[in-house]
Every structure is written in structure tokens, then in C-alpha cells.
């Protein structure tokens, strides 16, 4: 998991945290047209980190 922060924090106006098992997300500014894209990217990020180490999210708490 230590090198999904450094993608994370290239994400633009979202903050992120690190739990045992979740990855909470919040904006941090940015209009609300940043922040969706910025959302979607985080999105993806996370998404490919994981299917790259064979696992994937939970789409009911995405």
C-alpha cells in the first residue's frame, strides 16, 4: 500500500486516508466539476492499484 499515497496525492483539490480496510476520500476544493473529476481519478487510481495486486473494491461502498 505505500505506493498508492504518492498517486493519490497527484489528484488535484482530494485528500485521502489509509484504513485497515477502506480508502476514504474527501475534496479539499475546487469546484464541483474539480472535484467529480478529481473523485473519478482517485477512482481509478485506486482501482487499477488494486487489480494490479489481485484484488478488487466493493462496488456497494464505492
Do not use: Y
Not at 489509509?18 to 482517485?42: H, K, S, V, Y
Request: proline fraction near 10%.
Amino acid at each position: 500500500m505505500k505506493n498508492l499515497p504518492p498517486r493519490l496525492n497527484q489528484v488535484p483539490g482530494i485528500r485521502h486516508a489509509l484504513g485497515a480496510d477502506d480508502i476514504p476520500m474527501w475534496p479539499n476544493q475546487g469546484t464541483r466539476a474539480d472535484i467529480e473529476g478529481g473523485f473519478q481519478r482517485a477512482t481509478e487510481i485506486v482501482q487499477t492499484f488494486a487489480r494490479s495486486r489481485g484484488l478488487e473494491c466493493a462496488p456497494d461502498k464505492s
